[in-house]
């Protein structure tokens, strides 16, 4: 993951570009999680908001919104949360990432907006904002 943040002064910040995987995360299990085609383990990742009651465990690929991807319960009430707002993806040699769709009221990483189509690497207590939710990053 990698990528370019703009920051709320205007300056930016360059990530280091990184390709893509494909595969599949389980939900159901807590620590390290296997991958086929992996070699070692894959960390899991939880986006967490208490006060909103939302618990996200990162899936590799899939889309957090509104309208689609396994996460719409937790978003279908979020008027300012897109409907395709972003998608978490997960890299072997850099970890989680996460990457803005396009969104009409922008992804935050940190406070710094994330420009739409760039892998942005998640750390261990990150703030990820989707429009005006806030959410925790947690990887274990």
């Given amino acids: 993951c990698g990528g370019l943040m703009v920051s709320p002064d205007g300056n930016k910040h360059a990530g280091v570009p990184t390709g893509s995987i494909t595969g599949y995360v389980s939900t159901g299990s807590v620590g390290n999680i296997s991958q086929p085609g992996l070699s070692g383990t894959m960390p899991v990742l939880t986006l967490s908001n208490d006060s909103l009651n939302i618990r996200i465990v990162g899936m590799n690929g899939a889309i957090i919104g509104r309208r689609q991807g396994p996460y719409t319960q937790f978003f279908a009430n979020q008027g300012y949360v897109s409907g395709v ?31 739409p189509d760039v892998d942005m690497t998640l750390t261990n207590g990150d703030i990820l904002t989707l429009a005006n939710v806030n959410l925790q990053v947690n990887i274990r």
């Fill in 85 to 115: 707002h972003a998608q978490l993806k997960f890299h072997p040699n850099t970890g989680w990432c996460v990457v803005d769709k396009h969104s009409s009221n922008g992804t935050k990483l940190n406070q710094r907006q994330v420009q």
